[in-house]
């Protein structure tokens, strides 16, 4: 399944009426988002493909925040992705921009 699918079906499904479903959602969400860059970084490691990656993770949280918030359902930021990330320290050498 590809991310995008993965993270609208979590999204979909998610039990919005409580913070708690809300967190529990969030956090299967970037589980899922983390999982995909750990499988297309197995083989490769430099900076380029890391950030590519990043890249290509945080686009497809921003589109399905976007279509979840045409659903309805719009209880992700599309920038939320991205600060969360910049926000840990491991990945102080991922730069977005």
Known sequence: MFLDEKLLEIGRSAELKTKQGITQAINKMIN????SLS???QKHRDDKTILSNFK???KT???VAKML???NKGF???ERFKI???SKEEFKHIFFN
Request: aromatic content about 14%; charged content about 40%.
């Open 32 to 35: 899922a988002c983390f999982k």
């Open 39 to 41: 499988d297309s970084l």
């Open 56 to 58: 290509r993770v945080n």
């Open 61 to 63: 949280w921003e589109d």
């Open 69 to 71: 918030e045409n659903e």
């Open 76 to 78: 992700i930021k599309p």
């Open 84 to 86: 969360f990330v910049e």
